[in-house]
C-alpha cells in the first residue's frame, strides 16, 4: 500500500449500513428487463432520493465463498443507475435470522474492525426485527457515531414522495429499557412456558434424566426449544451438579468441530496455540448436547461412535485416547432414519444416539389456547425484564393477526417479536408497530383455509405424472380439480395434462 492509499484509508468516511430487504428488494417474477430486481424497493429508493454518502454497505445473511446471485445483481443495477455511489457488499455468516444476541455480536465486530472511526447512518427499516433489535442496541452502545433513518414509502406519504425519517432515541425512554434488558437476569423468572401438549414430552424427558447413562435424540425445526428440553433431562439427572455443555455442530468445519469436541495439542494446526481440552472432557460428569447432529460429516461421524462405543476420546494431535464420562444429548431438524437409508448418515451412529427419542412440534402445529397463553406468558415475562410498571396491551387487531402468523422460527421468533415490540412501544401495540412478514405474509406463510389448499394442490400436481393422477391422489374427481386449478390460477408444469 503506497503512503497515499494509507493515507485515504484511515480518513473518516461517512457510510450508509443496511440488510438487504430479501422480500422487498427482489421480484417475484422477471421485470421488462429481464431480472427480478424491485427498482422501486426500499434499497433503491434510498439511492434515489436520500443517499449522501462516501459508501454503501449492504449487509447480507450468507459467507463471503458462497455470493448470491441476487444480491450480486442488485449491486450491479445500482451500480448502473448510481455510477458515482460506492456500493460494498458484505455478507455476514448469520445462522439464525431471528437471533438478535447474534446478529448483534457479528455486526458489531465487522463494524469495530472496519468502520470504528467512521460516521455510520443506519437504513434501519429493512431486516426482520431481531435485526432492527440490533441496529437499536448497536446505537445506544455509543461505540460508534451512529444515526438511525427509516423511510416513510410514498404510498403512506402526505407528499406522494417517500419521506426520509431520523429516529431520535432518547436515553431515558424505551431503547435504555433494552440496554437494561440486556443486562438483566433474574435466576428465579423462567423463560420457558410448558404448555399442555409439551407436557407429555417433558414426563417423558424427566423418565429419560433419571435412566442416567440413556443417549437421547431430540427431533424439532429451529426455535422449538430442543436446547432447553436437552438441559431440562441434564436437570433432572443425577449428573445436574456438573456442567451441561451445548454445542451447535453445523457452526464449525470438521477440523475445528473435532478441536471443540476432542480437544487439540498445541501445534496441532495453525492457531493451536496451547493444548486445550475438548468439551467432551470439560463437561466430565455432566452432559453435553449436540444440535443439529444430522449435519455432520461421515468423517464425524465416525469420530462420534467410536467416542459413544469406547467412551474415549482422541484429540487433534494426540497419540493416545483418554477417558471420559458424559451423557449425550442430541438434536436435529433432519429426518435422520431417511438420511440414514440414503446413505447420508450412519446407521450404528444413529442407534447409539436414538436409544430415546423425543420430538417437539412446531407452533403452528399447538392449539390457538397454546398460541394465546404463550404470547400472554411473554408479554408477562419480557414486562419483568424491560423494568416495565405496566404490560404491554395489544389491540385486538394486533392480536389475531399474531395468531394468524405460522412463525417458522418457532418459539424463538415468537419471543423475538414481543421483545421488539417492548422496544418500540410503551403502552399499547397497533397494526402499525408489526413487521411487514406479518402483516404482509409469503403464501407459503398464509393459514388461512384457500392458501393451504392451494399449496397442498400444487404439491401434489408436483409430484404427479398427470393431474387424473393427482386427482386420484386427493381422492376428487377431476372436474373438481381442474375448477381448483381455474380458480386458484395455478400453473401446471409444461406438458402435464
Not at 62 to 69: I, M, Q, V
Not at 163 to 172: C, N, W
Not at 471 to 493: F, G, H, P
Request: proline share 3%; charged share 30%; with cysteine.
Amino acid at each position: 500500500m503506497s503512503i497515499f492509499d494509507f493515507y485515504i484509508s484511515n480518513i473518516d468516511m461517512k457510510i450508509l449500513v443496511s440488510w438487504v430487504a430479501a422480500m422487498h428488494d427482489f421480484l417475484k417474477e422477471n421485470n421488462d428487463r429481464g431480472n427480478r430486481i424491485n427498482y422501486e424497493g426500499p434499497t433503491f429508493n434510498f439511492h434515489r432520493f436520500f443517499y449522501h454518502n462516501d459508501k454503501h454497505i449492504l449487509l447480507c445473511k450468507g459467507k463471503e465463498d458462497d455470493l448470491d446471485p441476487k444480491v450480486e445483481m442488485l449491486k450491479s443495477e445500482l451500480k448502473k443507475e448510481f455510477p458515482n455511489h460506492e456500493i460494498e457488499i458484505r455478507y455476514i455468516d448469520v445462522l439464525d435470522v431471528i437471533d438478535m444476541a447474534e446478529i448483534r455480536s457479528k455486526v458489531e465486530g465487522f463494524l469495530l474492525r472496519n468502520h470504528k472511526d467512521d460516521e455510520i447512518d443506519i437504513f434501519f427499516s429493512p431486516g426482520t426485527s431481531a435485526m432492527q433489535i440490533a441496529w437499536y442496541l448497536i446505537h445506544e452502545s455509543a461505540a460508534f457515531s451512529t444515526k438511525l433513518y427509516q423511510v416513510r414509502p410514498k404510498a403512506y406519504s402526505t407528499s406522494g414522495k417517500p419521506e426520509l425519517l431520523t429516529i431520535d432515541v432518547e436515553k431515558s425512554s424505551v431503547p435504555l429499557s433494552s440496554i437494561l434488558k440486556e443486562g438483566f437476569v433474574d435466576k428465579h423468572v423462567e423463560n420457558y412456558k410448558v404448555t399442555a401438549s409439551l407436557k407429555p414430552i417433558y414426563d417423558k424427558a424427566k423418565l429419560i434424566g433419571i435412566a442416567d447413562r440413556v443417549t437421547a435424540l431430540i427431533y424439532g425445526e429451529s426455535g422449538t426449544g430442543k436446547e432447553h428440553l436437552a438441559n431440562y433431562i441434564h436437570e433432572e439427572s443425577s449428573r445436574k451438579v456438573q456442567p451441561f455443555i451445548a454445542v451447535n455442530c453445523a457452526a464449525f468445519t470438521d477440523e475445528l468441530l473435532a478441536s471443540q469436541l476432542f480437544g487439540h495439542k498445541r501445534g496441532a494446526f495453525t492457531g493451536a496455540n496451547e493444548d486445550r481440552k475438548g468439551f467432551f472432557e470439560e463437561a466430565k460428569g455432566g452432559t453435553i448436547f449436540l444440535d443439529e447432529i444430522g449435519d455432520i460429516s461421515p468423517y464425524m461421524q465416525q469420530s462420534l461412535l467410536r467416542v459413544l462405543q469406547e467412551k474415549k476420546v482422541l484429540g487433534v494431535g494426540y497419540s493416545k485416547e483418554r477417558k471420559v464420562d458424559v451423557r449425550v444429548v442430541a438434536a436435529t431438524n433432519k429426518d435422520l432414519p431417511t438420511l440414514c437409508a440414503e446413505g447420508k448418515f450412519r446407521w450404528d451412529l444413529y442407534y447409539r444416539l436414538a436409544v430415546t427419542e423425543l420430538t417437539l412440534p412446531p407452533l403452528r402445529e399447538r392449539k390457538e389456547n397454546e398460541r394465546k397463553e404463550l404470547i400472554d406468558f411473554f408479554l408477562k415475562i419480557k414486562k419483568k425484564a424491560f423494568k416495565r410498571s405496566k404490560q404491554l396491551v395489544l389491540d385486538k387487531g394486533v392480536f389475531r393477526v399474531i395468531l394468524s402468523y405460522p412463525f417458522p422460527g418457532n418459539v424463538r421468533e415468537l419471543e423475538n417479536l414481543i421483545e421488539s415490540l417492548y422496544v418500540f412501544n410503551t403502552e399499547r401495540v397497533s397494526l402499525d408497530s408489526l413487521p411487514t412478514r406479518l402483516l404482509e405474509p409469503t403464501e407459503e406463510n398464509k393459514m388461512d383455509l384457500a392458501s393451504v389448499e392451494k399449496l397442498h394442490i400444487k404439491k401434489v400436481l408436483e409430484m404427479s405424472k398427470s393431474k387424473r393422477q393427482a386427482a386420484s391422489i386427493l381422492e376428487c374427481a377431476i372436474n373438481t380439480l381442474e375448477k381448483k386449478i381455474k380458480d386458484y390460477n395455478i400453473e401446471l408444469t409444461k406438458g402435464r395434462k
